[in-house]
T-cell receptor
Framework: NAGVMQNPRHLVRRRGQEARLRCSPMKGHSHVYWYRQLPEEGLKFMVY????????ESGMPKERFSAEFPKEGPSILRIQQVVRGDSAAYFCASSSTPGWGYTFGSGTRLTVV | GQQVMQIPQYQHVQEGEDFTTYCNSS?????IQWYKQRPGGHPVFLIQ?????EVKKQKRLTFQFGEAKKNSSLHITATQTTDVGTYFC??????????FGEGTQLTVNP
């Protein structure tokens, strides 16, 4: 059981470029959650997905951010036209049954220069 | 929206001393989960409390859920350097999203 896999671990983008963050949940887990953590702060919920469905995207900024979890392959968090304020750690979490703790990936540290 | 307040923000202790972090809410919590995040690491699930007045122990860690389900605490007895990290409480709200507190950053001086 490889756990929740996220890649890349570190990502550097220039302002205006696109960032793509990938997350593969634990085997057997069908629920994926994305959280953002600014330096020295707690984690903030962004989006909750099941295979091919967005369940709750209330934490996603209205512009430039999108997420998907296709039938095959990892979940993708996409940030278009990145700005310096997007610099943060982005964590993916998965669970087999909501309510019994979540397993987090190692995160992607995005730096926008 | 729902907010979970956590105090203190920072705590420095000598190895062997005890440590407590508190989580408070102005409204009734449906449940509380605790996570630990090592420096540069990711959150790791520690425990979930659901029942009013619930107390759970994991070796040197004691977790409590208040009678009114508006507060929770994590107590570590005789801290060790391996306890270093940030401890977060979080409520799982309807729709399966976690609302995290701001965390308590623990440093332990050997």
């Amino acid at each position: 059981n490889a756990g929740v896999m996220q890649n890349p671990r570190h990502l550097v983008r220039r302002r205006g470029q696109e960032a793509r963050l990938r997350c593969s949940p634990m085997k057997g887990h069908s629920h994926v959650y994305w959280y953002r953590q600014l330096p020295e702060e707690g984690l903030k919920f962004m989006v909750y997905l099941q295979k091919e469905n967005i369940i709750d995207e209330s934490g996603m900024p209205k512009e430039r951010f999108s997420a998907e979890f296709p039938k095959e392959g990892p979940s993708i968090l996409r940030i278009q036209q990145v700005v310096r304020g997007d610099s943060a750690a982005y964590f993916c979490a998965s669970s087999s049954t909501p309510g019994w703790g979540y397993t987090f990936g190692s995160g992607t540290r995005l730096t926008v220069v | 929206g729902q907010q979970v307040m956590q105090i203190p923000q920072y705590q420095h202790v000598q190895e062997g001393e005890d440590f407590t972090t508190y989580c408070n809410s102005s409204t009734t919590l449906s449940n509380i989960q605790w996570y630990k995040q090592r420096p540069g690491g990711h959150p790791v699930f520690l425990i979930q409390l659901v029942k009013s007045g619930e107390v759970k122990k994991q070796k040197r860690l004691t977790f409590q859920f208040g009678e009114a389900k508006k507060n929770s605490s994590l107590h570590i007895t005789a801290t060790q350097t391996t306890d270093v990290g940030t401890y977060f409480c979080a409520e799982e709200t309807s729709g399966s999203r976690l609302t995290f507190g701001e965390g308590t950053q623990l440093t332990v001086n050997p």
